[in-house]
Each structure stands twice: as structure tokens, then as C-alpha cells.
């Protein structure tokens, strides 16, 4: 019996695969390009907690498990012939898949940086749906979306599909999209790919719709050599990591626009044994299953008066810092979500945000050496109303190398 991980390298990933590995007496595959170890650092960023290569997390897993079950295959997932291959060898009953360009910012640099967003995130979920289709028709596939492809709409927001009514009658229809950047917009493509899949082929999925994961640690995570990234840059980081990182590198908390837009969070640990659950708890053969999972709604302020009160503790008095909002996103709006699914099957939340927030902390002052290193990067340097010509310098070289000739070919090629 195998189950796969697409992007087990990956800052989820790698935890989801050992908690599969570590429980269940099963081969894991994990299978990684390794990517986004590179894009961080096209960005000026790295991973604020050290971590291995590959070989060495699985020889870490065996050390500290004392199992096996857990293998590490390099491969780029936009290369069908790769993705059949594997599908046809392995006959997974589960695909966890993880593997895309997930920074909202890195999408919208450029030209180059959306189309390769998009090309990568689209192509390694065609490519899956389409060798699952050909090799293991039955395999439940258990998709990473984001709430942010949701937008911030008024009304609330319901798992996959909602009742309304108009002129005078009465309609079940799917929840509308409203993504906010390039990234978002290639999760909404994905969306509706492997609803079309499962309408014409039948296609077995669950499609996990998550908001912003936060937490460096999980219970599985015993040691250091298990590290998973903890990033903490303007672009990759996510705003709790953000925030630590400015106090930090500045000793101050930069606070976008009117601080207001409000977001849904999960911790790290919650996100692995939600995807562990719905493994365990499959959708039906045939079934399209969406779900939503949040555990709590906060504006940026409220997440900014939380860490300045948690690092208070700390000896440190960050200064609120508000500047023009990079982003083009509303100021003020409602925020509701229904997430009733997790609940139904039996999943309950572990940590409170602010027993998280104080590890994050914590993490990242223990390597403080490494966050001032990178200051330069955490400063925000991608503005969504600008085509950002004025950070071409800073990216130039990098895209040059790897970017503009890798997005044209993959896009000749399709
Ligand atoms: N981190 C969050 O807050 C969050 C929230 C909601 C949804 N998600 C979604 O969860 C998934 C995982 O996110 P993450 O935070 O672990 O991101 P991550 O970048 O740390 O992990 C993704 C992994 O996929 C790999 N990858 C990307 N393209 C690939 C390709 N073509 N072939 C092989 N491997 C490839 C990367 O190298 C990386 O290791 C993404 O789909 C993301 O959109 C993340």
C-alpha cells in the first residue's frame, strides 16, 4: 500500500510525510524539484531554522522512527512523462499534492514570475489527474487549495457551494472565486480542473481549502535534523513570521494600509492532522469534497498586537510602523467561513495561537543571526498596482539564469 506526497520537501510537506510515515505501516513516497529551496533564495531569503537535504531527513526519520517506510524521489511534477511513470509503478491509493509555487508576492513580480506560477501549479495538477486517470482511476486525490481563493467576499463563506436565490428561485451554486494575485488565480484554475475531472472521468478528490498555516514545530518533529522551513522574508514569509522577523532585524512591526484586512489561520500542527484525517477519511469513489479548514479570523493589527505583547515578554518594544499597502485588496470587509466537514469527521484543534506564535518566536530568536543576515529581504519589495520594474536589479540575475528561458520553454512545450 503507497501513498504519495507531491512537495514533500515542502514547509507542510515535509511534516505531513513523516507524521504518514511515523503512524502508518505504509510506504510513504515523497517526490520534490526542490524548488522552492532556490526561489527563496532568488528573494533573499532562506529558512530561518536550518534544514537538511533530502537523504539526510529521511536517514533523520529512520534514526528517530526506527521505520523504513519513507522514500525520497527528486523529479519536476510538470513532466508528465515523470508524473506516469511514477503513478504507473507506484498505483498509490492516496495522493497528497502539495506541489506548487505557493507565495501570493513571488506570482507578482513579473511577467516571468505569473506565468511561471501559473504554467508550474496548473501543469503539476493536469499532470496528476491525468496519469491517476490513466493508471489508478480510484486514487483519492487530496488537493492543497488556500481560502484565498475564496477572496474576501460579503456573504459567508461555504464549503464548495452555496444556496441562493434569484429572481424568485431557488439555486445550489458553486461558491464564486475571487483570487488575489496570480498565485491565487492559478488555485482557482486548479479548482476547476479537477472539478471537470471529476465530472467527466469520475475523478476521487478531496479539495482542502486552508487558510494561512502558521508554526515552525509539530509533535513529530522531535529533533532538529527534522526541521521544516520556517521562512520569514518579505515575499515567503507569512505575516505572523513577518512580523517576528521585523521586530528582530528592526524592532519594529510593519503594518499594511489600514491593518483591518482580516484573514483565516491555522496552526501548522492542525493543517498535518487535518490532511492526515482526510486520508484516513476518504472522499467516496466519484466524490468532489471540499473543505474548508480555519480555526481562527484575525486582522493584521490584531496579529500585531499579539506579537508585540508575546515579545514584550522578551525584553522587546516594538514601534507599529504603518505603510502604504503593497497589495490591492480591500480595506474593510466581513470575514465569515463555514468549516463544518473537519468537525463532522472528528477534528479537533491542538494549540492556541498564542502558545504557537510564542514557538515561532522563539525559533526564530535562536537564530537571529540568520534573520539579520537576510534584513534586506524582509522588507516588503513587490507592489501589486506596479509592474515593479524598480526591483528588476534585485531579480535580475536570477531570472536570467533560471526564469525567463525555463517559463518560455515550459510554455513552448504546451
Ligand atoms: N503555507 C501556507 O500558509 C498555505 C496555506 C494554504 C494553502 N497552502 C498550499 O499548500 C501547499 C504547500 O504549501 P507549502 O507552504 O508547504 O509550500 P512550499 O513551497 O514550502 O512547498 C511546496 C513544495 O512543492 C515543491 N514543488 C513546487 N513545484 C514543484 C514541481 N513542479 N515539481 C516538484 N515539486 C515541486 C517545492 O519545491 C516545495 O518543496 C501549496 O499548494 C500551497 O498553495 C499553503
Known amino acids: 500500500m503507497t501513498i504519495m506526497v507531491f512537495g514533500a520537501d515542502g514547509y507542510i510537506g515535509w511534516p505531513l510525510s513523516v507524521r504518514l510515515a511515523k503512524e502508518l505501516n505504509e510506504e510513504i513516497i515523497g517526490i520534490d524539484n526542490l524548488i522552492t529551496r532556490k526561489l527563496v533564495e532568488e528573494v533573499g531569503g532562506t529558512s530561518a531554522l536550518p534544514i537538511l537535504t533530502p537523504e539526510e531527513r529521511v536517514k533523520a526519520y529512520e534514526k528517530t522512527y526506527g521505520k523504513s517506510n519513507l522514500k525520497f524521489i ?17 498505483k498509490p491509493h492516496t495522493v497528497y499534492h502539495l506541489a506548487q509555487q505557493r507565495s501570493a508576492p513571488y506570482s507578482m513580480i513579473d511577467v516571468y ?35 484565498g481563493e475564496y477572496g474576501t467576499p460579503s456573504y459567508r463563506i461555504e464549503e464548495g457551494w452555496m444556496n441562493v436565490q434569484y429572481k424568485g428561485k431557488k439555486y445550489r451554486i458553486m461558491i464564486p472565486r475571487d483570487p488575489g494575485s496570480w498565485y491565487h488565480v492559478s488555485k482557482v484554475f486548479d479548482t ?18 486552508q487558510g494561512v498555516v502558521y508554526g515552525s514545530r509539530t509533535d513529530d518533529l522531535v529533533n532538529n535534523e527534522l526541521n521544516t522551513r520556517l521562512d520569514f522574508d518579505g515575499v515567503w514569509g507569512t505575516v505572523i513570521n513577518k512580523y517576528f522577523a521585523q521586530i528582530i532585524a528592526f524592532n519594529k512591526i510593519l503594518i499594511y494600509g489600514t491593518g483591518l484586512m482580516k484573514r483565516s489561520f491555522l496552526s501548522l500542527q492542525d493543517s498535518i492532522d487535518c490532511l ?38 522578551y525584553g522587546f518594544d516594538p514601534e507599529f510602523v504603518r505603510i502604504p499597502d503593497p497589495r490591492v485588496e480591500k480595506q ?11 468537525k463532522k469527521l472528528g477534528f479537533k484543534p491542538k494549540y492556541s495561537m498564542d502558545q504557537v506564535m510564542e514557538v515561532i518566536f522563539n525559533d526564530l530568536l535562536s537564530n537571529q543571526e540568520i534573520v539579520k543576515a537576510h534584513a534586506d529581504a524582509i522588507w516588503p519589495r513587490v507592489y501589486w498596482d506596479k509592474l515593479n520594474e524598480e526591483n528588476k536589479q534585485v531579480y535580475l540575475n536570477a531570472i536570467n539564469k533560471n526564469l525567463v528561458s525555463r517559463s518560455k520553454s515550459y510554455i513552448n512545450n504546451t
Request: aromatic content about 10%; proline content about 2%.
Open 74 to 90: 527528486i523529479g519536476d511534477l510538470t513532466d508528465y512523462e515523470f508524473v506516469d511513470k511514477l503513478i504507473e509503478k507506484y
Open 113 to 147: 514570475h505569473a506565468a511561471y506560477t501559473q504554467v508550474n501549479n496548473v501543469l503539476t495538477n493536469l499532470n496528476l489527474i491525468f496519469a491517476i486517470k490513466k493508471h489508478s482511476p480510484k486514487t483519492h486525490i487530496i488537493k492543497m487549495g488556500t481560502m
Open 192 to 209: 476547476y480542473n479537477i472539478i471537470f475531472a471529476n465530472k467527466i472521468w469520475g475523478i476521487r478528490a478531496t479539495d482542502v481549502q
Open 276 to 313: 492526515f484525517l482526510l486520508g484516513q477519511k476518504p472522499a467516496d469513489e466519484g466524490e468532489y469534497r471540499v473543505v474548508n479548514q480555519m480555526e481562527e479570523i484575525y486582522s493584521t493589527i490584531e496579529l500585531a498586537k499579539k506579537a508585540k505583547k508575546i515579545v514584550s515578554k
Open 332 to 342: 474593510r470587509h466581513k470575514y465569515s467561513v463555514s468549516h463544518r466537514t473537519l
